[in-house]
Nanobody, 113 residues
């Protein structure tokens, strides 16, 4: 059974940074397109960023220039570096194998002064 485990969330002040990690139990991890989503209270889950097996990335307009998605295939891990965080980035962040129903449990990110 494929598992994704996120970590790295927390409480930070506006302007600070966090790095989220998502470790996968599956192989071949390198073949999967991976993504990060987020869901704020009362809102639908939103796609934040994706990365293909070759490293091509895409971002939601709201995070372009502030967030960076990357992957380490040897470690079966995908990362989300989040800089210049804003209160509106507050949400539960989920890792996903794109086009599948494989999700992590989520990690809470709270940006507040």
């Amino acid at each position: 059974q494929v598992q994704l485990v996120e970590s790295g969330g927390g409480l930070v002040q506006p302007g600070e940074s966090l790095r989220l990690s998502c470790a996968a139990s599956t192989s071949p991890f390198s073949l999967y397109v991976m993504g990060w989503y987020r869901q704020a209270p009362g809102e639908q889950r939103q796609l934040v960023a994706t990365i293909t097996r070759s490293g091509t990335t895409n971002y939601a307009d709201s995070v372009k220039g502030r967030f960076t998605i990357s992957r380490d295939n040897a470690k079966k891990t995908v990362y989300l570096q989040m800089n210049s965080l804003k209160p509106e980035d507050t949400a539960v962040y989920y890792c996903n194998i794109i086009s599948t129903n494989v999700w992590g449990q989520g990690t809470q990110v709270t940006v507040s002064s």
